[in-house]
Structures are given as C-alpha cells and as structure tokens.
C-alpha cells in the first residue's frame, strides 16, 4: 500500500533509444526490449537469490538422502510460489502497475506465458523430487493418499494432515494438466475457445487445491488475484451497456468489417484495440479486435480475418445481417486497450514513420494513417503491405490507390506505399463478398431495436489515474482483510488446515471484488455523460442503410485521386533496400530518428528488425515497435 502510494508521484522518464531495442532470446521465439529482459533477469535473480538463501538455512550435510530430497521439493515448491506471485499481473487489462512502467496488455501477456512455462517445469520437478523423497521413505503408498499412519515426511505434522496435503497436490496436476496441454501455440491459435474455457473450468479448479496443497499460499498469490480480481470488476462495468452495430459486410473473401456506433467523447488512441462480445454469435465469448478507423469518430470499424469458429459464425451473421433485429445490432465492447505507440519510444513519436504490415496486420496500422492529419510532427511515412492473396488487397485498394496519387497529406507528409502480393495462397473461387440486405422490417421491429438496446454511449468507466490507484489499494486491502476475518474465525476452532485455506481464499476474493465495486460506484451508477437523441439515432439508420467503406480520405489528409493500385506480384519486398532508401530521405531532410511499426508474421518481423537494427548503426536510430502473429 505504500509502494502504491508513493508510485503515485513516478512519472518515469522517457527511454532512450537502446532500452527499447528489441533482441529476440535464444528459445524463446519473441523479441524482447531490454528493459522486458531486465525484469526477466530481476524475477530470475530473486528466485536464485531465494533458493540460496534456503539451502544456506534448510539444509544440513548430515542428512540422509531421502529428506535432502524432501527438502529440495520443499524449496522448489516455494519457487513454484514466488512465481505465482507474480503471474497473474500481466493478464491484467486494468493494472496500475502495468500503466506506471508504461506497459501495454498486448506486450506483457508473453510474461505470462514464459512465467507459466517456467512454473509448469518446476511444479513437474517439485514433483519428481517428492516421488524420490517418498520412494526412498518406503512410504510412497502411505503418503499417496489419506492416510492415519505411515506418512511420517514432516516432524511436525500428523500422518493424517500430510498425506491430505500430497493428495492435493497431486490432485491439482493431474486436474491442471488439460489446462497445459491447450496453452500449447496451436490451441491458441486455431481452438481459441478450448484454450479459454479449460482456463478457466481447470485452472480455477487446480489453483483451489494447491491453496488446499499448502494454505500459506494464499499470502504469495495476494498481488496477483487482488489485481486480477479487481480487473474483471472494471471490465464488468465497462460492459454493462451495449452499443450498436450498425453496419456488418463482407468487404473481401475471408474478412468481416464491423461499423459500431460509439461515443466520440470517449477518444481512443491510433492502434489501439477492443474486447468485443456479440451475443448474436456467442453469448460468453469474448474476442480482441484492433480498431482500424481514425479517432474522433461517431463509429470505429473493426475488420477482422475469418480463421476459426468464431469468425466463421460472425461472417455467417454478416449474410443475413439485418440493422433493424435488435438481437444483430446488439453488442457489448469494454474500454479501448493498448497503444503506447504516441508515448515514451512509440512508432507515432518519431519525425519519420515506417509501417510494415502482413496480411490483416495492417488494421492497426491503417488507424494511425488515418490521423496522419494530427499527426504534424510526422513528416515522412512509408507504408509496406505483403499479402498472400491479391484478393485481400480489396480490403483497402481504394484507399491506397488514393493515397499512391497522392503522395503527400494536406498537413505536408511525404507518404509512400509498396504493396505487395506474394501469391504464395491460392485463391477460393467459391467465396463471394456480394451481400444484398432489405430493409423491410417495420416499426414494430424498429420499437423492438430502440426498446432493446438503448444506443448509450460506451464509455471508460475508469476516470484516470488516481482513481485506478485508488482502485488497486481497496482491494489488495479487501484480500488482507478477507484472510484476515478467515483466520480470526478460525482461530482456537481446530478445523483442518484445508478448511481454513478454502475459507481464506474465498472470502480474499469475495472482499476484494466488493472494495472494487464499491470504488468503482462512482461510475457505476453514474448516467452517461452523453446521451443519442432522436437526431442521431435518424443519423445512425441513414448510415446503417448505405453500404459506404470508411476510406482513408473520410479524414481529408489525402485529396481525392481516383488511380488504380500498384501491386508487385509473385515476389516479397527488399526491406534492407527500403530501409537504406528511408535513412538517405531522413539524412537529407534533417529527420533525427524512424519509428518502426511492424504488425505481421514473424517472418517478417524478424526482416524488420534485421534491417531496422543494420541502419541504426548509420546514424539514424530506427526504433522498432513490433507485434507478431501467425497467419
């Protein structure tokens, strides 16, 4: 609470150019800036640190064997602890930590991810040091299961007590063991909703019995459930009112442009991204999607690549969607998440801009080049596209082609665009994007949509930064309460030690949650800021009835040039050669630096960086600030 407190007052000052670069570590796939490497080599220190410091007080040279081994599980399990500590903070959306380091939900999740691979590898050993410890006893049937007499591992605990607490724990692995295996990169992927679901039914299940496996655990997982559960509070509330789809197209073979109608005085930032839920094709599934259009708008269009379950429901929706069925135009968004690409070393703080997008990667980017107007520090920005079917270049050929006539913005940046199209996919001739939508449904149905789903405005329920803080400190002090109120009734009771763990968690969670909804009453039950009235709902069918593209022109950077696209068939661009060309136009106009955003395969990051890292060398910092993806 005082950390909290003083973190207040940081305001951290801006990175320079080499603690942002990225370096991709060996086993690991995923590039890593050196300020992500320093806090890997933070957490790896203290659990070296710790593990040293327990063997100079735990262990004795005399021992026997077996209970070297005991303790050695025993040590290890408090490194499986240490790591749960911090393991759920980085899937936090709504994390005071996170936003005092600058940190962004789509960057910190792979923390996450290596976090859990490193637990999954000490619990397995933690494990096997136990079966060892056990077998050497003689006692392993004894402490395999509850058991009277016979588990004799611990001086100070009965056979009984013990031999709950294995069983526990090897209960939890076993149950967490379908959770591991759809974590793997090919669930995530392709079977999103497996891996969510198992999640959440088996990691909720094996995370009760190892508080159950050892109950001071509750006190090593207090930063991370405390934030976690006070992130789904926010994000409960910024979902509690629906807004309005009011277009859904098909605008090329294998992709769904989404229009949502928003309230403009809830600004988001160039690149940034939603939580989107539309019970029309899922009622619980929740699914991320990057904004594409330009800020201060009355709607946001999402275009989204069809690749799995989900997206293949949504473009099925797409060919009978009808915007006067309350149950089609009704959806839920929480707030706008990511972006730090306008702050400290973001792509969008340089004087020169090199955008390198793959396939739907270019959504984010396209947001950024439709603000290019506000932009006016800009003033050069290349853009380079690789798809691997021509067909995808549908999506956006008008606007492109617009924006290679052009050359230049009405705010004075040079803009260039290669497009590329590699052929390296064959096209589906039975895909057609043609969709024909009659209004025919009358009043009544309109009634239903105005009755059903009232167009109020989404909007941020968080008000800032002192408010976000205030909401991290009420419940970490809601978690210590509820353990708290758990040990006082139980203490001089004698229950069993799982009860009182249970009972601790429980009510950790439960007064937790409750603080935060508390905190976030201000808002909660607050009315909107601002309301759609008649006019704008007139505005909103009007716009739903015709079947316009937002174009990159919609922000008038680019005057209208009507010309056909220059694609590069059959062949991949020369980054290296694009690059070089870059770093000479920047020498010549005095532009002191390049921010990279590359959004795209990691093939194709990995050419970025490369390139990117060779003509830093000449003079110009290129700072890459990348995200990847399979496609």
């Known amino acids: 609470v005082i950390l909290a407190f003083l973190a207040q007052g940081i305001n951290l000052p801006k990175p320079r150019y080499g603690q942002v670069a990225l370096y991709k570590l060996v086993g690991t796939g995923e590039y890593w800036s050196v300020l992500e490497i320093f806090a890997l080599a933070v957490f790896v220190i203290v659990q070296i640190v710790t593990i040293a410091i327990r063997a100079d007080l735990k262990f004795n040279?005399?021992?026997?064997?077996?209970?070297?081994?005991?303790?050695?599980?025993?040590?290890?399990?408090?490194?499986?602890?240490?790591?749960?500590?911090?393991?759920?903070l980085p899937i936090c959306k709504n994390n005071f930590w996170?936003?005092?380091?600058?940190?962004?939900?789509?960057?910190?999740?792979?923390?996450?991810?290596?976090?859990?691979?490193?637990?999954?590898?000490?619990?397995?050993?933690?494990?096997?040091?136990?079966?060892?410890?056990?077998?050497?006893r003689g006692e392993f049937r004894n402490c395999m299961w509850p058991s009277d007499s016979g588990c004799t591992v611990s001086w100070h605990k009965e056979s009984i007590e013990i031999?709950?607490?294995?069983?526990?724990?090897?209960?939890?692995?076993?149950?967490?063991?379908?959770?591991?295996?759809?974590?793997?990169?090919?669930?995530?992927?392709h079977k999103f909703e497996l891996f969510y679901y198992f999640h959440l039914v088996f990691g909720l299940t094996s995370f009760v019995l190892?508080?159950?496996?050892?109950?001071?655990?509750?006190?090593?997982?207090?930063?991370?459930?405390?934030?976690?559960?006070?992130?789904?509070v926010i994000c409960r509330c910024c979902t509690r009112r629906k807004v309005k789809l009011v277009d859904l197209s098909l605008p090329a073979p294998g992709f769904v442009r989404l229009q949502i109608a928003v309230d403009p005085a809830n600004k988001f930032e160039p690149g940034q991204w939603v939580n989107m839920n539309i019970p029309a094709v899922s009622l619980l599934q929740w699914h991320p999607m990057s904004i594409a259009s330009a800020p201060d708008k009355r709607t946001i269009t999402i275009d989204a690549k069809v690749v799995g379950y989900w997206t293949r429901r949504l473009e099925k929706l797409a060919l009978r969607f009808d915007p006067m069925v309350a149950a089609h135009t009704c959806i839920r968004l929480d707030k706008?998440?990511?972006?730090?690409?306008?702050?400290?070393?973001?792509?969008?703080?340089?004087p020169a801009v090199l955008m390198v997008a793959g396939g739907i990667g270019i959504t984010p980017l396209l947001s950024a080049m439709r603000s290019i107007d506000k932009l006016e520090h800009i003033k050069l920005l290349e853009l380079v596209w690789v798809v691997k079917k021509e067909s995808v270049l549908d999506l956006y050929r008008e606007e492109l082609a617009q924006i290679q006539a052009s050359r230049r913005t009405t705010s004075g940046c040079r803009v260039k665009t290669f497009v590329y199209a590699t052929l390296s996919e064959k096209e589906d001739p039975s895909k057609s994007v043609s969709i024909q939508i009659k209004n025919t449904s009358g009043h009544n149905h309109r009634h239903q949509e105005n009755k059903s789903c009232n167009q109020v405005p989404f909007m941020q329920h968080v008000m800032g930064y002192s408010h976000k803080l205030f909401l991290t400190v009420g419940a970490g002090c809601g978690y210590l309460l509820g353990i708290f109120l758990a040990n006082f009734w139980a203490y001089g009771k004698g229950w069993r030690s799982d009860y009182?763990?249970?009972?601790?968690?429980?009510?950790?969670?439960?007064?937790?949650?409750?603080?935060?909804?508390?905190?976030?009453?201000g808002s909660l039950f607050r009315p909107s800021s601002t309301h759609m009235h008649g006019h704008n709902r007139e505005t909103d069918t009007r716009h739903t009835g015709s079947?316009?593209?937002?174009?990159?022109?919609?922000?008038?950077?680019?005057?209208?040039k009507p010309n056909e696209l220059r694609v590069k068939l059959g062949c991949r661009p020369n980054l290296d050669e694009i690059v070089d060309n870059m770093r000479e136009t920047c020498l010549k106009n005095g532009l002191t630096s390049v921010g990279v955003a590359?959004?795209?395969?990691?093939?194709?990051?990995?050419?970025?960086?490369?390139?990117?890292?060779?003509?830093?060398?000449?003079?110009?910092?290129?700072?890459?600030?990348?995200?990847?993806?399979?496609?």
């Open 336 to 350: 706008y998440h990511g972006s730090s690409h306008t702050k400290m070393q973001g792509y969008l703080n340089h």
């Open 210 to 232: 190892v508080h159950l496996h050892w109950p001071d655990m509750v006190y090593y997982t207090a930063p991370g459930l405390a934030a976690y559960s006070l992130d789904k």
């Open 500 to 521: 009182t763990a249970f009972l601790q968690l429980c009510l950790a969670l439960v007064f937790s949650g409750t603080i935060a909804i508390v905190g976030m009453s």
């Open 598 to 631: 590359v959004c795209g395969p990691i093939g194709l990051t990995d050419a970025a960086v490369k390139a990117s890292k060779r003509a830093s060398r000449n003079g110009i910092p290129f700072v890459v600030d990348c995200e990847n993806f399979d496609w």
């Open 61 to 88: 040279a005399e021992w026997p064997t077996s209970k070297t081994w005991y303790q050695v599980c025993k040590t290890l399990g408090k490194t499986a602890a240490l790591t749960l500590t911090v393991l759920f």
């Open 547 to 560: 079947r316009s593209t937002p174009t990159l022109g919609d922000s008038k950077s680019f005057p209208p």
């Open 98 to 136: 996170l936003d005092v380091f600058n940190i962004q939900f789509e960057r910190s999740v792979k923390f996450h991810r290596w976090l859990s691979f490193f637990l999954v590898i000490v619990v397995c050993i933690h494990a096997a040091t136990g079966i060892t410890s056990l077998t050497m």
């Open 163 to 189: 031999s709950r607490a294995i069983t526990y724990g090897w209960t939890a692995a076993l149950v967490a063991l379908p959770m591991v295996i759809t974590s793997l990169n090919w669930f995530r992927r």
